[in-house]
């Protein structure tokens, strides 16, 4: 991200000097004049003075005024569109009785959507006062805000093009249930928020708990497929890597742990795990840390036939992929199932005991139990399902709450996929 920094930082400083140049040209405007008595007589602009406020300034507080910083609320559609979220329910539990991926799905694609993060905003046909944007730069990161969803354009890459996003599915699902919302209430209710609602959904058909969520996000107009592809968590993590991923993002061990138990849904891609079952960090073996009765039944669901060193950037993250074949690239590929409960039973229980007794799928699950604190918190979800929902619910949460936008900054998307 040091390129990130930099970038964000020559933002600041041309807002500076955007800033300084329009207060320049005001005072010349307004001041009066001094006539020096040299040869090189010259009119210039007396100085301001010290008590009077910067334009800079005065844009900060037009900026409070405006509610810039609002936050999302509960019921924030109960009088522009009152059934919003029964139609989203309703919506996902329908598909879900049609496709049985649904669950794994929405997870993930939240997941993708909220982590990535953006410390800045660059100015865009959107925000058209460039004022606005310069005062309000540090205030903006990109969170929660349906840029996964976008697709490319001319001179825009889409995140879903980011190698982490190539295996992601759910959008046609994020589509059709746009699709109903804006035959109800149209031009009202954000993807972004369609997101969020959709993925609580679909942790509660997976037999995951409910979790109150505010509403009232809007949509971002810009993309960042680079951010994608360096800063989500991948498969192959170790523990220092992954508590430092998700501690920039706000998230402690305890939450870390806790929002992994999404692994306890969906399918995984072979490919993923090949070297960490035959050429673990380049040594022709298999990871050491892997119970022997669960590396002979892996291996033999998952050949080395089609064994390869991928590159750290194709990896997947959080949640799986997609349970539904039919959802895959034509060319099928053998898939482990990443957890053994059945939907509707114990959601994310099996899945820490499993890491207990050195049976997790993934090397970043695996890795929790190399850290005392994690391991602390796998013992006690393992052992306490009711620990673990109320957790995973806070978790989950925080999670749909990074770096929102909120109105006046952003837009109500008509098409998920596409800019207004």
């Known amino acids: 991200m040091d390129f990130m920094r930099k970038l964000s930082f020559l933002v600041f400083l041309l807002c500076m000097l955007i800033s300084l140049k329009k207060e320049n040209a005001e005072t010349k405007k307004g001041s ?28 900060l507080d037009e900026v409070g005024n405006q509610g810039l910083l609002d936050s999302p609320r509960y019921d924030f559609y109960r009088e522009t569109c009152p059934h919003a979220e029964a139609t989203i329910r309703s919506r996902v539990r329908h598909l879900h009785e049609i496709r049985s991926d649904v669950p794994p799905a929405l997870l993930r694609l939240v997941f993708h959507d909220c982590f990535i993060e953006v410390k800045f905003l660059a100015p865009s046909p959107l925000y058209n006062d460039i004022d606005l944007v310069c005062c309000c730069a540090h205030h903006l990161i990109e969170g929660c805000d ?17 190698p982490p996003n190539e295996t992601l599915k759910g959008f046609d699902l994020i589509n059709t249930i746009k699709s109903e919302l804006e035959e109800i209430c149209p031009g009202i209710v954000s993807c972004s928020d369609i997101l969020v609602l959709a993925a609580r959904e679909s942790v509660i058909l997976a037999g995951g708990p409910f979790y109150p969520l505010q509403t009232g996000r809007r949509d971002s107009a810009l993309s ?40 306890s849904i969906g399918t995984f891609h072979c490919k993923f795990i090949l070297n960490r079952l035959y050429n673990f960090d380049g040594t022709h073996n298999p990871d050491p840390t892997i119970d022997i009765q669960f590396l002979n039944l892996l291996r033999s669901r998952c050949n080395n036939s089609h064994a390869s060193s991928l590159p750290p950037s194709s990896s997947p993250s959080l949640s799986p992929s997609s349970v539904d074949d039919s959802l895959s690239s034509s060319t099928k590929e053998p898939r482990m199932v990443m957890g053994n409960e059945r939907q509707g039973s114990g959601f994310g229980t099996l899945y820490y005991r499993s890491l207990l007794q050195a049976r997790g799928i993934l090397y970043v699950d695996q890795q929790l139990t190399a850290g005392e604190e994690t391991e602390t918190w796998v013992k006690a979800y393992a052992a306490d399902v009711s620990l673990f929902r109320r957790d995973f619910s806070l978790a989950m949460m925080k999670l749909s709450n990074l770096g929102v936008l909120t109105s006046p900054m952003g837009q109500v998307r008509i098409n998920c996929s596409k800019v207004g």
Request: proline share 9%; hydrophobic share 35%.
């Open 32 to 59: 009066p004049t001094i006539t020096l008595t040299s040869s090189d007589s010259a009119s210039i602009p007396a100085a301001p003075s010290i008590s009077r406020p910067s334009i800079l300034s005065k844009k």
């Open 224 to 263: 960042f497929p680079e951010v994608a592809t360096f800063e989500l968590p991948r498969p192959e993590d170790d523990l220092p890597k992954t508590i430092a991923l998700f501690a920039s993002r706000g998230f402690d061990e305890k939450e870390t742990v806790s929002l992994l138990g999404a692994h």
């Open 146 to 162: 349906a840029s996964v969803l976008l697709d490319s354009t001319q001179g825009v890459v889409s995140e879903k093009e980011s």
